[in-house]
């Protein structure tokens, strides 16, 4: 396996191929039809985020959504409002669950689904994704004191219908354990299930669970377990048989991960874990794909 040193020179790399090139020319000259044609004809592109999804998505101190996923949309939508020549472009964002998000953008409720959504092949018959924008895994979360080596007799608060119920299911049959899996609808409804001991542990992807740690009063009081049993490559979730967008939404993101501007805004919002994993580092330089 190749050494983060390695791979984030890979990076400095791309970084030096990365042009600016706008989207006059390519994108705005190609769309005929589609999102973009609405978002022209609208002023406005609309948003979708999650209200708890830490750190990605979630509404911040000030009311208003917040997240590394949502600091991506922005910068596309700031690219959109320079590149389709709309300076008085709006944005408006809508809250999206697990149940609805899906059903919020192939009906066109939102154009663009900001959140922490995994790309699969079962979501593609529905919706498109765009680039890889972050990897991460389902792993679970627990109070301190909970033994998490031998998982029989737990019960696991999982999200009814997300990768992580799905994954962790799988991974359960696979092995004897006695575990009953608790429904909860959210994330910051899977830490209180923990807290309150109506569960024993959260099950979700690893860094939505840091989040959740982070973020509680006393975040000493949690502890995330070591193993993972998925692997979840987040992306921006869009409509289908929409080319032209789903291009301009990647050309946003691909100038931000061959410039480097992808680490500040990671940086920001994961800091405190230090500096991107070295697969992480390699997703950037491997979707920081070139004009």
């Given at each position: ?126 919706v ?7 990897v ?14 031998d998982?029989r ?9 997300t990768?992580?119920e ?36 959260y ?36 409509r ?14 691909a ?6 501007q ?30």
């Amino acid at each position: 396996m190749s050494s983060p040193r390695v791979l984030t020179g890979i990076l400095a790399a791309l970084l030096l191929s990365g042009g600016c090139a706008s989207m006059d020319g390519s994108t705005g000259a190609s769309a005929s039809k589609g999102t973009l044609d609405k978002i022209k004809a609208s002023k406005t592109i609309t948003l979708g985020y999650r209200e708890s999804s830490v750190p990605f998505s979630f509404v911040g101190p000030d009311g208003k959504p917040a997240g590394y996923s949502v600091d991506l949309c922005n910068r596309v939508a700031a690219a959109f409002q320079r590149d389709l020549q709309i300076p008085d472009l709006a944005v408006k964002w809508v809250a999206v669950t697990v149940e609805n998000r899906m059903t919020a953008v192939s009906s066109g409720t939102i154009d663009l689904e900001c959140g922490s959504t995994t790309n699969t092949l079962s979501r593609q018959a529905q919706v498109d994704f765009s680039l890889t924008t972050y990897v991460t895994g389902g792993s679970l979360l627990a109070m301190r004191d909970t033994q998490l080596t031998d998982l029989r007799g737990l019960k696991i608060a999982v999200i009814p219908g997300t990768t992580t119920e799905k994954e962790l299911k799988d991974a359960l049959a696979k092995t004897s354990s006695d575990v009953q899996l608790v429904p909860v609808k959210d994330h910051a409804e899977g830490r209180t299930a923990i807290e309150n001991k109506t569960a024993d542990t959260y099950a979700s992807d690893r860094d939505i669970l840091v989040g959740l740690a982070l973020t509680a009063k006393d975040p000493s009081r949690f502890v995330i377990a070591d193993r993972y049993f998925s692997y979840e490559p987040y992306a921006l979730m869009m409509r289908r048989n929409d080319p032209d967008f789903r291009i301009a939404v990647n050309r946003v993101l691909a100038r931000l991960y061959r410039s480097g501007q992808v680490i500040d805004i990671y940086a920001q919002w994961f800091g405190a874990l230090g500096s991107p994993s070295a697969l992480q580092i390699a997703t950037y330089a491997i979707e920081g794909i070139p004009e």
